[in-house]
Nanobody
Framework: QVQLVESGGGLVQAGGSLRLSCAAS????????MGWFRQAAGKEHEFVTA????????YYVDSVKGRFTISRDNAKNTVYLQMNSLKPEDTAVYYC???????????????????????WGKGTLVTVSS
């Protein structure tokens, strides 16, 4: 199976920034839509953002629009999440996910959380203090 490894989480003050990275193994990275979920303490997984196979289409949940930017580098098998103007409500474990095919396929399956994805990382903790 493909392995996804997240990094870049940490503790940051409200208004600050972090950049998360997700490194993927395998030879077919560019065949997958990539995305990020998050899970706050005591809550369900939330679908945050996704980027299409070639990087031309993106999706963001309303609560992060204008603050978060997803990008990918297919030559490096890596997807990134730039998070600016962080708020305490962004505190969560952030998970990288992969879904074979177009971005609509990931969006359609996103309500199932990890069960709906083809590959899923172990997560990186982001804590935003007030």
């Amino acid at each position: 199976q493909v392995q996804l490894v997240e990094s870049g989480g940490g503790l940051v003050q409200a208004g600050g920034s972090l950049r998360l990275s997700c490194a993927a193994s395998g030879r077919t990275f560019s065949d997958y839509t990539m995305g990020w979920f998050r899970q706050a303490a005591g809550k369900e997984h939330e679908f945050v953002t996704a980027i299409s196979r070639s990087g031309g289409i993106t999706y963001y949940v309303d609560s992060v629009k204008g603050r978060f930017t997803i990008s990918r580098d297919n030559a490096k098998n890596t997807v990134y999440l730039q998070m600016n103007s962080l708020k305490p409500e962004d505190t969560a474990v952030y998970y990288c996910a992969a879904k074979f095919g177009p971005i609509a396929t990931m969006r359609r399956a996103s309500n199932e959380g990890p069960i709906g994805m083809d590959f899923w990382g172990k997560g990186t903790l982001v804590t935003v203090s007030s």
